[in-house]
């Protein structure tokens, strides 16, 4: 390949709207291009890369015994339908109506066209177990496409689909996807951890997400100093707390007249922010009780975490409570709430952590007002329920001893067992070994193909531009002419340098577009080439090339073996 | 590879709803699976064959100097008003609302958005020429989708689109095409044609279409004995007629009662159909003669050819005249019409042939009669414009002194010099070698990707299936392996064997699914695999293979060497 008869076009100055280095740094190197809000056409230059990615994917799924297939990227509205997501995948979901006013989607995942699939080709126990997928476009109409092609609305997808017998068999091939994906994320050089993610009803370890871990990541991560656990914070969970302590101090009302959040209680008060008691408010719905107020409690340093406090029984699809419910049930407002002194019955979820406290400080339900030297059972009843609802953080204990870490990191991956929620929904069900219908358990596996560009990019980049990890580059080596046209004798060495390099299995490119070399060499590592090799006048007097590594400081003079030593090592 | 990890899922019964050869093969061999009206899933073994298709296609692409990039699906109305096909398109174009109801259609074709790329990324001549491709997804919204990937909706479609600073240019480039794009065909092994296209204002050879030759094709095709030339109907013409022969006979008003078409009129008279004339009345609207009524003549054996006729100055967009309109300028009934006294004045327009005809037959504008006997310039003045207006027909005198034959066709590939209709209607330009900003000329190049897939079936099949040409088969060897799971040794050679074929790199696949050799024989021959070599216990005794070529009559036991032999040949 010659520069010269590609399409490169860089661009010294930083776009405007592009906030995240690697957009900037796609945009800069002409990587992609915007078409509209959240739509990206890929340059040469950007598809090579996107190719190299799809390529590791591809040999990895293939080696893990996946099959590869297509599915329609529109699909008709009575599938989503059938399994119920239709309505339920919300706004994200591109919905679309043909000249004949049948309605479909653009395809944003493809559980449904798979199992559709599947119940056409497998009627038998004898064809399972059988793992699909495919490298397709997708489609999420995000409300705010950003970041380039990290949160773009049409990307690249891979997704994998594995239908089993029996649960077992489906934990058997979640491990061996789990163990490609280690070895895929591996093989391109990226930092990253598999973390538990929360799995729905399933529970277990049935859905981790593969996370690149990057300062400007969207998703925080919570890891143990103590053994590989790491979480997302939907699923992170600290030891849990020290028995509580005996009770010290005496109940008594304190004045707190301009004083409503925790900080500034504890800041009156002269105690420690972990001494108080954070009330926070919501209404629950569910068939036993019907709809109820509850008060979910955590420590004043700590936050509810959504998710966690929706999986209390009873909580599911919870929502915050009005300052009316609070007036009702409290007789109080905001800033003053607490479990004590309530004007209505109610119900007290507390934190695992809250639950082991004494002496605390809590909201009096009078405005101007809270309690302190708080105890539980003592001036007030134990809490309804006990559980893990905070976000954890820095500096928690961790279960395994260690202490736990939060980092930042950009999903880039994500493996799930399913179950049979799609196959009982389709009513797709195979003959087990004693002809019985059953319906198959299922898993997915998906890979952010154009994400992974992007997050690679984050992770790794200078002040002169993107440090491709080698098997993303565009290319490995860029042949670098100095006057190409003035200079036959300099060319033909650069000629003959590549395709001797080619002969070897290098992915070289030569730069014969005649750029003077300053130009040239900010091009060649502003778009990230691992090696860079200028074959010049003075060098072919001495029998050598100028050889520098896009992560080496210095440039050096070596001669042929040297370099191919260097190059093939 | 080895089936029995693969999928493969063929049947017996020919689908009820499918009406050509492909589909109905496509089908039962497991290559796709319908998913809606239009969509298909390509199956792990179809999608084999896509792959195949892709890669020769991308190969010569790359040889012949484009540069692959990839553009969104999804693509905003916008930049389709700036070329004025939102609307033009047709309701062939899907279009589609976002969740912000902001309007999007999904790519039919790419001429806006590579436009749009190229305006952002070019901006001097001595950036042209440059052709970028992608290979895509693309959607037509067709009304009646059918003939499985013949004319499905959703369908694979490489693309591309050439910028030229000058004509002579874009016609090297063009040529450089026709050639990149004839060695894919023949390399694809596929019996094809170039044939002409009609290519609207520009003219000349500026449009070609790559046929496929196939009974069952849509497409009719002219082709001469005499040369290579070859066109489509609606740009094929005959050789000019012989001149016009003197008058012979008398004008002479004859009843023909019940006689309306041409044949009945000819068997009354007794005379041959050649010397009668067709009267197609049809009302155009131009610039320069406001809404006129117009008489087009053609031989009573030839047909009108809609195109043609509509590309006769100032017919363009002419529509059928309504019998009221017949009544008011000719004072007769369709049946009886002709050039002959007509109640107004009325435009003939006279196919090249009729023109050249002396004694011919007419309706007489009169319900009942006919007129025999006609001459240009003695009965009726010559007519106003003469044009080729027909179709041509089997054994036409071609311009070449050969004659022209017609055969079916499907259109799998069209190159098109395009002009500078995009970039001049999206205002891009680029600086000329003195500085003056000016619109490039522009090529498009388009491959059917996956129609190749249903078209090379059209042409390559028997009675027991699929006979893929060697560069599209999903393997080129089928390894058959009698009794696998009892017979140790002859699976072990089976390995070996596979193992040896893929050391010589061909494409082999092991079938170890176990089946009786009578199913497992005919799934190979259904799919379509070229060799087929079996190994049994019998064979590894007497040191032989089984082979049988898919197109061969017999099986033949070759040893080793000559069966590899036959294989590399």
Redesign the interface.
């Known amino acids: 390949m010659r520069l010269s008869?590609?399409?490169l076009?860089t661009t010294k100055e930083t776009p405007a709207d592009a906030e995240l280095v690697s957009h900037q740094l796609m945009l800069r190197a002409?990587m992609i291009?915007k078409?509209?809000a959240g739509?990206?056409?890929?340059?040469?230059l950007?598809?090579r890369v996107?190719r190299k990615v799809e390529t590791v994917v591809r040999e990895e799924m293939d080696r893990a015994?996946a099959?590869?297939?297509?599915?329609?990227?529109?699909?008709?509205r009575?599938?989503w339908e059938e399994s119920g997501r239709w309505e339920k995948f919300g706004?994200q979901l591109?919905k679309?109506k043909?000249?004949k006013e049948a309605e479909?989607c653009?395809s944003p995942t493809a559980e449904e066209?798979v199992t559709?699939?599947a119940r056409?080709?497998l009627n038998s126990y004898k064809?399972l177990p059988?793992n699909?997928y495919q490298i397709q476009?997708k489609?999420r109409?995000e409300?705010r496409p950003r970041f380039g092609v990290m949160r773009a609305?049409?990307f690249v997808m891979k997704d994998a689909y594995s239908f089993h017998l029996t649960d077992e068999d489906l934990v058997r091939e979640y491990h061996n996807m789990h163990a490609a994906y280690t070895r895929i994320f591996t093989r391109l050089g990226l930092d990253f951890r598999a973390v538990q993610a929360d799995s729905g009803a399933i529970g277990g370890d049935a859905s981790q997400e593969f996370q690149v871990l990057a300062d400007s990541g969207e998703d925080s991560i919570a890891f143990s100093t103590g053994s590989d656990y790491a979480a997302n914070m939907e699923k992170a969970q600290a030891a849990a707390p020290a028995p509580r302590p005996a009770a010290g101090e005496a109940m008594n009302k304190v004045a707190t007249p301009t004083q409503r959040t925790c900080e500034e209680v504890a800041a009156l008060l002269g105690i420690p922010l972990q001494r108080t008691v954070k009330s926070v408010a919501v209404m629950a719905d569910d068939a036993a009780s019907g709809q109820h107020f509850v008060l979910a409690l955590v420590r004043g340093d700590h936050a509810v975490n959504e998710v966690k406090l929706g999986k209390v029984p009873g909580l599911a699809g919870y929502r915050l409570a009005t300052e009316a419910e609070i007036r009702e049930h409290l007789g109080s407002e905001p800033g003053f709430l607490g479990p004590i002194d309530a004007k209505k019955a109610i119900r007290v979820v507390a934190d695992r952590d809250v639950a082991a406290m004494a002496d605390f400080v809590v909201g009096a339900n009078e405005v101007g007002f809270h309690i302190a030297g708080v105890n539980w059972g003592r001036d007030l009843p134990e809490p309804h329920d006990i559980a893990d609802i905070r976000n954890v953080v820095e500096g928690d204990k961790a279960a395994d001893g260690g202490e736990i870490r939060i980092v930042r990191g950009i999903e880039v991956g994500h493996v799930f067992q399913l179950g049979r929620k799609y196959s009982e929904a389709m009513q797709f069900t195979v003959l087990d070994e004693n002809g019985k219908a059953t319906a198959p358990t299922m898993g997915c596996y998906g890979i952010g193909v154009s994400r992974i560009v992007a997050a690679a990019i984050e992770q790794n980049h200078d002040a002169n531009g993107i440090v491709w990890p080698a098997p993303m580059a565009p290319w490995a080596v860029a042949v670098c002419v100095i006057n190409p046209k003035n200079d036959a004798a300099v060319n033909d060495a650069a000629q003959r340098l590549l395709a001797e390099l080619r002969g070897n299995g290098i992915d070289a490119v030569l730069d014969d577009r005649g750029l003077r070399p300053g130009a040239m060499f900010a091009d060649i590592e502003l778009i990230g080439i691992p090696h860079r090799v200028v074959v010049s006048e003075r060098g072919l007097a001495a029998g050598t090339f100028e050889y520098r590594a896009r992560r080496g400081a210095e440039a050096e003079n070596l001669g042929r073996e040297e370099l191919f030593a260097r190059l093939l090592s």
Chains 1, 2 share one sequence.
Do not use: C, K, N
Request: without cysteine; negative net charge.
């Open positions: 008869q590609f399409h076009r002409g291009r078409l509209a739509l990206y056409t890929w340059s040469p950007g598809l996107l015994g099959i590869e297939m297509i599915m329609p990227t529109i699909q008709p009575e599938l706004d591109l679309i043909d000249r479909y653009y066209a559709d699939f056409q080709e064809q059988v699909f476009t489609f109409d409300i609305r049409e």
